[in-house]
């Protein structure tokens, strides 16, 4: 009896361990069961750490990475720009000259071929496109006034 005694009292020992843990459970998960406040804080914490970093990395590459980028873009595009200036100050030149070869070229006769006209008309057109000066203009009022005729033949 003794032995059974012993059984009982452990098999109580142990039933009133398992409630006081239940209850303890049940006190705990009321208490901290709804941790959503928690992961709420933590998940501020956590935006602001990154809000903190994404603005540490805006201002480096504003105030570090880009200005030199710019710095280069800048000298690139100074660069272009004076061969451009070049390309159309020589493109000009060659138009003048050839402007002034078939004004050369016909002005004993005042006469031009229709051939020679109407490529004279396309240097004057894109020397004006180009800007160019206004040197070419007395020759092309005076070009202006010249017989146009079918062939060179018919110039001389």
């Known amino acids: 009896m003794a032995t059974f005694l012993q059984t009982e009292n452990f098999l109580s020992f142990l039933g009133g361990a398992v409630i006081l843990f239940y209850l303890a459970w049940q006190v705990i998960e009321k208490a901290f069961g709804n941790v959503s406040w928690i992961k709420a804080l933590h998940e501020k914490?956590?935006?602001k750490q990154?809000?903190?970093?994404?603005?540490?990395?805006?201002?480096?590459?504003?105030d570090v990475v880009i200005p030199p980028i710019i710095q280069e873009i800048e000298d690139i595009n100074d660069k272009q720009n004076k061969k451009l200036d070049d390309l159309i100050?020589?493109?000009n030149d060659t138009l003048r000259i050839e402007l002034l070869?078939?004004?050369f070229n016909y002005r004993p006769y005042k006469k031009i071929p229709q051939w020679a006209k109407e490529a004279?008309?396309?240097?004057?057109?894109d020397y004006i496109?180009?800007?160019g000066n206004s040197f070419v203009e007395?020759?092309?009022?005076q070009m202006s006034t010249w017989e146009i005729v079918p062939g060179e033949e018919d110039v001389k």
């Open 101 to 103: 070869r078939i004004y």
């Open 138 to 141: 007395d020759l092309w009022n």
């Open 50 to 62: 990154r809000e903190k970093r994404e603005k540490e990395i805006t201002t480096l590459v504003k």
């Open 89 to 91: 100050q020589s493109s």
């Open 120 to 125: 004279a008309v396309k240097l004057h057109d």
């Open 45 to 47: 914490r956590d935006k």
């Open 129 to 131: 496109k180009q800007e």
